[in-house]
């Protein structure tokens, strides 16, 4: 499971420290250079490590948390805290438009798990009494249109599409006419992957977004992948504008880095958690209840 290294390390620093009746500076120094190294461990980003060491021993240092009753416990509390601010501090929810449909646009590099995100974020959407359309603006990879239709069958939502010699700028536009005339309040475009970030296919995304003006873009991720994931996240926010990480195969990532550096990097929050391969609602990612499990 996801931060299980990072956890244990945190866990073990954090247990000395609660332990103490009086906590010095050089108990603090000492715990931040742990943590310090915890963080690089788990491949937090290095500039992320810094900004929050800082910021958590500038609090930690001061005359009251020194002369509190449970100092150990004070400095716990705030690395919590930052911890939660580290990954966007509440709860990002997804956005509702006034005028449905709900334009979600899901964008992302092949193999990270766009199709099978798009299926449970509409699994999500349809447990919350939604009525989703899902759009299958993936020509090109073989089979994807058809993955996405079994997915459709298996959840129960329709998936719209004209087949794969149509453009994707095209389908998108008819799919979301479609969703209008139909009432369907959210409308789902699963968008083609790309291996690396290829200038077509972004200019290609960039006109489904001119002609969808979606409420949401968000940005599939593997976890898995680290820093290499964030790097990602942060190319596309410069060239899409993003409102949001959909963070899957969480159950595989044993690190975190991802998780804990995506917010702070690129400003773009966190808004799902994905794990697992089978079709469950997609989960809403909560930064308070992420640090409050590392830290155990
Ligand atoms: P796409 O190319 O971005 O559309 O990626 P797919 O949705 O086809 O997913 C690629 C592979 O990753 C498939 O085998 C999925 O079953 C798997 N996958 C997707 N999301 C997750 C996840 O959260 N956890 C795990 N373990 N596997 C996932």
Known sequence: MAFEGLSSRLQNVFGKLRGKGKVSEDDVNEAMREV????????????????????????????????????????????????TELMGGTQSKLAKSNKPPTVILMAG???????????????????????????????????????????????GVPVFTLGDQTSPVDIARAGLQHAKDNGHDYVIIDTAG????????????????????????????DAMTGQEAVNVAQSFHSQLELTGVILTKLDGDTRGGAALSVKAVTGCPIKFAATGEKIEPLEPFHPERMASRILG
Do not use: C, W
């Not at 290095?46 to 150990?72: N, R, W």
């Not at 449970?120 to 299958?136: E, G, T």
């Open 36 to 83: 310090r190294l915890a963080l690089l461990e788990a491949d937090v980003n290095f500039k992320v490590v810094k900004d929050f060491i800082a910021k958590v021993k500038e609090q930690a240092i001061g005359a009251e948390v020194m002369k509190s009753f449970t100092p150990g416990m004070v400095v716990v509390d705030i690395v919590n805290k930052e911890l």
């Open 109 to 155: 590099l092949q193999g990270a798990g766009k199709t099978t995100s798009s299926a449970k974020l509409a699994k999500l959407l349809l447990k919350d009494k939604h009525k989703p359309l899902m759009i299958a603006g993936d020509i090109y990879r073989p089979a994807a249109i058809k993955q996405l239709q079994v997915l459709g069958e298996q959840i």
């Open 194 to 221: 790309r291996l690396h970030i290829d200038e077509a296919l972004m200019a290609e995304i960039r006109q489904i977004h001119d002609v969808t003006n979606p409420d949401e873009v968000l940005l599939v991720v």
